[in-house]
């Protein structure tokens, strides 16, 4: 095994401790030189203070962290960490890429952030209202058979807010495979406000704390073709 640090069952771990161990696949203790290259990126300014902020951030999601012994208790959520995070680094404008299927959150979150203090210009999916067909979807793939259907158009949601000079772009509910084309394209720090799931309310991990119960289907081999999965939710 090259290096999987989701197998490690060291529990003095090398990465958490000095004096710490890791198996013979620990990247820790095996690819030193990468992890020296890493710090002399650190090292860049933009990047050095741009981390320490980010650390400075996550220590301020937890109360009474004097107190001994310490008991982890969180107390700020997502939204307002990037709240924080943005006023840490002086970010005036934020830019969201969402899906057109949470424009109603994407709007109170614009409403959130400009009660803040920032500007904020979002980009729909659709943008540019492009149909399907141009990148060559065939009509019986599409959600909505026989109707027009506009295209997800990450590429040109990039462009669009980098063209606006976004200091921060924030990531809402793009699909997979778009968000990854976003990323692909957009300039500049990016994080992600949520992540799509149309199942369960846009909280992915639902499933996989349910994958030894309801979800236990998930870790069978085969989880059935399109056609064998629709006709299990087709009320008879």
């Given at each position: ?21 890791g198996p013979e696949f620990c990247p820790t203790k095996k ?206």
């Open positions: 095994m090259e290096m999987n640090c989701v197998k490690c069952k060291v529990v003095d771990k090398l990465c958490r401790k000095p004096d710490g161990h690819k030193t030189d990468i992890i020296e290259e890493s710090l002399q990126e650190y090292d860049k300014a933009e990047n050095r203070e741009f981390a320490r902020l980010a650390s400075v951030q996550e220590g301020q999601c937890y109360a009474n962290r004097d107190s001994k012994p310490y008991i982890m208790e969180p107390v700020k959520t997502r939204i307002v960490e990037v709240i924080e995070f943005s006023q840490k680094m002086g970010y005036k404008l934020l830019g969201i890429a969402f899906c057109g299927g949470v424009t109603r959150e994407a709007g109170a979150l614009t409403e959130i952030f400009e009660k803040h203090g920032f500007e904020v210009v979002g980009v729909s999916c659709k943008v540019g209202g492009v149909p399907k067909e141009r990148i060559g979807i065939k009509e019986e793939e599409k959600i909505n058979i026989g109707e027009h259907e506009p295209m997800c158009n990450p590429i040109a949601q990039a462009m669009l807010l980098n063209d606006a000079g976004v200091d921060l772009n924030i990531m809402l509910c793009l699909c997979v495979g778009h968000d990854s084309l976003f990323l692909k394209y957009v300039k500049g720090p990016t994080t992600i406000m949520a992540v799509k799931d149309r199942v369960t309310g846009h909280n992915p991990l639902a499933p996989v704390y349910t994958s030894d119960s309801y979800y236990q289907r998930l870790k069978k081999l085969e989880m059935g073709s399109e056609e064998e999965m629709t006709a299990r939710l087709t009320v008879k």
